[in-house]
């Protein structure tokens, strides 16, 4: 290779390389302008990241002019997808696009078809109704199931034998919800045993305040104040003046280590604060919280709409114990329109157990048993703060 030659490869090289690099910087500074910044992002986000609605085909009424009309209006605001229930609405004239018939389908495919042109994902309920969760076709064995714990206590050492209860009852109750109102034959609950446990409980363990010597007085007077306390739940005590203050006192000293409050029968909202009589003579708060069992329907709260409340605590001693009921409103006094009116009844109480031992802190919550409200703990206030929801609706 002579000198000649040797100066043009090296030009071609050189060429080839700022050709190269012009290259690289071009696409460097082309995808610098195009990378959208966060702004634009959150103003036109991809397909994936945007919400998804659901989409109720109420009461029959159905038509291929209102699907359009429903999703260009959703496509417009940016909705990415939705899923489509089949409902029925008390309220609402029943139209004549019933479900699985030949217009119904038709206007399913329409509505794929009108989705797809905008963009949309389509899903679709896997049954009629609010829940997705079946239909009569479902068999009571194969249906969901709450798990429901009874507790026995027995002595040792022995050889026992005992034929558990059965829970049985005939009672219909009629209840409402959002769209319907429901007729639920407790005669057809079907009930079946999972399993049964036997354990050693520690010593103590049984020990309740209601069976040591006691004496119950309140400010305001409440009648029948004993029920509350006579560890028996079928007897019932009412409340109509809020707040009120229960003080409980004992001959020697009691320790206790945990509350539960049963309630019965309608509606209870109120809070309650436990204290003890301290060593200094002073009262002591020893528990505050929120008794929520204002939600009583079957269908939205759960199996057990009165499911004990139940909390533990560190455990104290006194022979003095003082639990305060307040509403959950502000009003502390009668008003002068309500002077010479019947009493409103604000709840009523089976039982107010002051145990010995622990107890599991919302057990009835936590086996679902009462699911309507559940409450997140904070600490900078004397109450907790309810974040509760509650199933408004469920098809059977």
Known sequence: ?????????????????????????????????????LDQVFDNPPAQSRPHVYWYWVSNNISKEGIRKDLEAMAQIGIGGVSIAQIGYKDSPVGDVTLFSEKWWDCLTYAMEEASRLGIEVNLFNSPGWSG???????????????????YRVK???????????????????????????EIDKSKFKFQQVGVQAFPVTKGTDEIISAKHHKITSNPQIEGIGYMFDNDETTKTSLYDL???????????????????????IPLNVFCELEYLNDRGNWEKVMSRH?????????????????????????????????????????????????????????????IKLWGA?????????QLANKAAYEKRNSGSNYPIETGYAIRKVTF
């Open 243 to 265: 707040p009120v203050s229960i003080e409980i006192n004992t001959n020697e000293k009691f320790t206790i280590r945990s509350f539960e409050l049963v309630p019965a029968d």
């Open 291 to 351: 008794v929520n069992r204002a939600e009583t329907r079957i269908i939205a709260s759960g199996f057990l709409p009165f499911v004990p409340v139940s909390e533990s605590f560190p455990a104290v001693s006194s022979t003095k114990f003082r639990l305060t009921i307040s509403g959950t409103d502000s009003k502390t006094a009668p008003s002068a329109d309500s002077i010479g009116k019947k009493k409103e009844e604000k709840g009523r109480i089976a039982e």
């Open 133 to 151: 969760t079946g239909g009569p076709w479902i068999k009571p064995e194969q249906a969901m199931r709450y798990l429901d714990v009874h507790e």
């Open 156 to 182: 040792g050492p022995q050889k026992l034998v005992m034929q558990l209860p059965r829970y049985e009852s005939n009672e219909r109750v009629r209840q409402s919800s959002l769209s319907f109102e429901y």
């Open 358 to 366: 622990e107890r599991v802190n919302d057990y009835g919550e936590k």
């Open 1 to 37: 290779m002579n000198s000649n030659q040797f100066k043009l490869l090296l030009l071609r090289i050189l060429l080839l390389t700022i050709i190269s690099a012009t290259s690289l910087r071009a696409q460097v500074a082309k995808k610098v302008v195009t990378e959208p910044t």
